[in-house]
């Protein structure tokens, strides 16, 4: 009897669907390029398309699984991009999301520097994230010029988590994503709200968090409607995409060195 593995990348230059068999090997894959474009009037910005490259992950994954009874395929899970976000509404529904390179928040950035010199260090050495790119000062952001879709966010994730939510309905994040929000604590592997208390944005918008590997959902009716996937199969923690891959590549004790190429390149 065969068995197979889904995964979803939602990169930063493309979005892919790869079909895996239980030894490893590669089945069927779906690719597609995007592009992330800026606002009008919002320098540096760099919104994440969420309509559009839904259809897109949705095509690739329709070709990914082309050549295979879909009821032979154990479980979905997917990487994406760090430090992307997506917020939603109560009902769950997408109302704002970003790319990676995002830096539209930049004069919050300079505010919250210039307010507490110590706090980015601080703050660092928790969540391992500065700053720069990280969901904090992007809320603030969002706070200050569209105050309305900040007082209808219920939610926040990362981009991959956003995929599984897409598919099963259910909304929550792994560490290896999370962490580069700002607000999580690496060390206890969950939310750390206490910086968001600290500069004024909402504390209970935050998911819950699951470890990499881990059934957390299953594939729900509008998932399978729309993707083809058969509804119930499971649906795993994903996260970091080059985090992943060094896993991948059996790259996870000290001193071991990967470099993982794409739109950008990584040294690990």
């Known amino acids: ?4 593995l889904l995964t979803i990348d939602a990169g930063t230059g493309s979005g892919r669907a790869v079909l895996f068999d239980t030894a490893g090997n590669q089945i069927g894959i779906g690719q597609e390029e995007w ?10 910005s760099m919104d994440f398309d ?3 490259n839904w259809k897109l992950i949705i095509r690739c994954i329709k070709k990914a699984i082309s050549t295979i009874d879909t009821r032979e395929i154990k479980a979905v899970t997917a990487t994406s991009m760090r430090e992307g976000i997506v917020l939603y509404d109560k009902m769950g529904k997408e109302l704002f ?14 505010a919250l520097n210039s307010g507490n010199p110590d706090l980015e260090k601080q703050w660092y050495e928790i969540s391992g994230q500065t700053f720069a790119l990280g969901a904090l000062p992007r809320l603030l952001w969002v706070k200050k010029n569209l105050p309305d879709i900040y007082e209808r ?17 259910v909304i929550a994040v792994d560490p290896s994503n999370a962490g580069t929000s700002g607000v999580f604590s690496l060390k206890d592997r969950k939310w750390d709200t206490t910086m968001a208390k600290q500069i004024g944005i ?23 409607d729309e993707s083809g996937l058969l509804k119930g199969t499971s649906v795993v923690m994903g996260g970091g995409d080059v985090q992943l891959g060094s896993a991948g ?3 996870v004790k000290s001193g071991e060195c990967a470099i993982l190429g794409g739109t950008f390149w990584q040294q690990l």
């Open 1 to 4: 009897k065969k068995e197979y």
């Open 202 to 224: 909402k504390e209970d918008i935050f998911p819950p968090v699951y470890e990499s590997g881990e059934k957390f959902a299953e594939v729900n009716q509008q998932g399978s």
């Open 35 to 44: 592009s992330h474009k800026s606002v009008k009037g919002v320098p540096n």
């Open 153 to 169: 966010t219920e939610r926040i994730s990362m981009i991959s988590d956003w995929v599984l939510a897409k598919l099963s309905g």
């Open 97 to 110: 999301a970003v790319a990676n390179v995002d830096a539209r928040a930049d004069k919050e950035v300079a």
């Open 50 to 52: 969420f309509k559009q």
């Open 249 to 251: 590549l059996g790259v």
